[in-house]
């Protein structure tokens, strides 16, 4: 068996790497239909040149099945041959890696998540909220920490100051690494980042995604806005926010010209954080490329911002047709949360083809309120998950997964309560239409964000040309015997176990697949993560 660890420079030595054993996703059968769990087992194989998917072979699930692939394709392993072994020259063999997710470990690949909405600055405040809510949370937790990753104010004004490159905290380089390190062990391929108001640290996580490989969007915060807005954090004026926007985009554009892994995004933060000419002429900027930039904000999160937003924009007639009104609604648009939207709201993203982050565990943790996904959906509108570090306490998309199902049970629950106690009470309680199940959860996490990062044909399953941006899930196995404290368990079971649990996982060896992935849903962590790749590179792995 190929081990997993290696690194680009070896993988230029083969041509492909392949993968044997179960592979599982979510999808979506066809349109109109709710998304399904898939199962696979055999083999499937990536270029080493341009790390997408190339091909499978699901007959190739036992070791004649296996050998009869590489014997038709000519291939040999890399690892059985070594180094130095047979090279690929006309008429010889093509060298391959293989890499295995072991049946009695309960391994298999599973699509990379996608976090469509994350803090990369507020990583250091990760479980830090109090009794807060939104806008003093920003105040008390959120623009303190942001405003470290930039020179100080001036002492005598108190207004923040401009940060030369040279003296970029160390603090955004080491919070920046470690955010990278602990999102990619939870599965996550792919993150749409906010960072500070701050160039050179903005720069600097773009610089760090692309060197440790994890996908990402890295958008400069905009901030510009005095009535909302700190002294001591706080851009200079629109003008300035602007040109420290387009240097930041100049400079991804630089480090990566064909957005391979890291590409700009146009953050006006909200709509309190920026005047009108911020508005306007970040609305401006992201059209101005081609094809033009992804832009992401909040929006409608918790009621008091909706007061906010009333107040400082009273000629729009709603919050989303704040942002309408200056060119911030377009199809590769992120809003984030979006927990309160009116009908005529929601109407108007669907129109303008914007996409939504669900953030359910900082939606609960600010007691913002509770997102209806189900409504979003059935009104045609795409959602994807995000963490929201750190109003939401965890950086794990698997964790917002499983608030996803919860938020929406409760969600149907008040429903149904709602009705039971309204003048026309029928009686019927909630008819369930409210709950995300665990595939559709997980569809969230991966093709959901990949249509709301406008990635569907790159990202989110294991189809024809895919990249290869995919976690290694290991559940354990199953340990039964003489001293196994269960009853009940059939007999002979005990014959297919070779080890333990990994994590919170116990597995009994009498679940069926959904049901392992039910489990690892609801009791799974990156204790089970064992290994992940990005465009088909190892990006992280765990012994
Ligand atoms: O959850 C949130 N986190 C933030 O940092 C933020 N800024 C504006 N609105 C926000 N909401």
């Known amino acids: 068996m190929g081990s997993i660890t290696g690194d680009i420079e070896a993988q230029m030595d083969y041509a492909f790497t392949v993968y044997r054993g179960t592979f599982i996703q979510s999808i979506l059968p066809d349109s109109g239909s709710k998304p399904e769990l898939s199962r696979n087992q055999g083999a499937l194989w990536v270029s080493a040149a341009d790390g997408r998917i190339k091909g499978w072979d699901w007959q190739a699930n036992n070791d004649n099945g296996f050998a009869e692939l590489m014997t038709r ?32 470990q309960n391994e298999f690949f599973f699509p990379g998540f996608i976090d469509t909405h994350i803090h990369a600055p507020q990583y250091p405040n990760v479980g830090l909220f109090g009794s807060s809510t939104l806008l003093d949370w920003l105040e008390t937790y959120t623009f303190p920490v942001e405003s470290r990753f930039g020179s100080p104010p001036d002492p005598k004004t108190g207004h923040q100051t401009k940060t030369d490159p040279k003296d970029t905290p160390l603090l955004a380089q080491q919070i920046y690494d470690q955010v990278i390190s602990r999102t990619l062990s939870h599965g996550t391929t792919c993150a749409s980042y906010y960072a500070t108001n701050h160039v050179p640290a903005t720069n600097a996580l773009s610089s760090l995604c692309h060197t440790r490989g994890q996908r990402a969007f890295i958008g400069r915060a905009c901030m510009d806005n005095p009535k909302f807005c700190v002294d001591y954090y706080r851009d200079f004026s629109a003008e300035d926010s602007i040109v420290a926007t387009r240097q930041t985009i100049e400079y991804i554009h630089t480090l990566d010209p064909e957005g391979k892994l890291v590409k700009p995004i146009v953050t006006p933060r909200f709509a309190p954080s920026c005047t009108r000419p911020a508005l306007q002429s970040l609305g401006e900027l992201a059209a101005s490329y081609s094809p033009p930039l992804h832009i992401q904000t909040h929006i409608s999160e918790n009621v008091n911002e909706l007061a906010l937003v009333k107040e400082l924009f009273p000629e729009a007639d709603s919050y989303a047709g704040v942002y309408d009104k200056y060119n911030l609604l377009t199809p590769r648009t992120i809003l984030a949360h979006a927990v309160h939207l009116s009908t005529d709201e929601r109407a108007l993203v669907r129109e303008r083809k914007a996409k939504i982050s669900h953030c359910p565990a900082s939606n609960s ?28 306490y965890s950086p794990s998309i698997l964790e917002a997964a499983r608030q996803a199902c919860l938020a929406s049970r409760l969600l149907g629950q008040s429903a149904a309560w709602q009705r039971d106690h309204s003048q026309d009470a029928d009686g019927k309680g909630s008819d369930g239409r409210e709950k995300l199940s665990v595939p559709e959860s997980l569809y969230l996490a991966t093709c959901g964000g990949a249509a709301v990062v406008d990635m569907s ?3 989110g399953g294991f189809d024809m040309g895919m990249l290869w941006d995919v976690q290694l899930i290991r559940l354990g196995g199953v340990k039964l ?4 404290p269960l009853d009940g368990v059939p007999d002979g079971s005990a014959d297919l176990v070779k080890a333990g649990p990994v994590g919170n996982v ?10 392992k992935i039910q489990k690892w849903v609801w009791s799974g962590d990156d204790r089970n993560v064992k290994a992940v790749w990005v465009g088909g590179r190892l990006v992280h792995s765990r012994v």
């Open 506 to 515: 116990d597995l009994f060896g009498t679940e069926s697949w959904e049901e």
């Open 481 to 484: 015997g003489e001293k196994s």
């Open 73 to 104: 394709n000519r291939w040999v392993d890399i690892d059985a041959v070594g180094a130095q072994g047979q090279v690929n020259s006309h008429g010889s063999k093509i060298r391959v890696k293989i890499v295995i997710a072991s049946e009695e």
């Open 365 to 392: 943790a600010l007691g913002s309120g509770i997102c209806p996904v189900r409504t979003l959906l059935d009104e045609g509108i795409t959602v994807g998950l995000g963490t929201d570090v750190s109003g939401g």
């Open 457 to 459: 044909s790159d990202l």
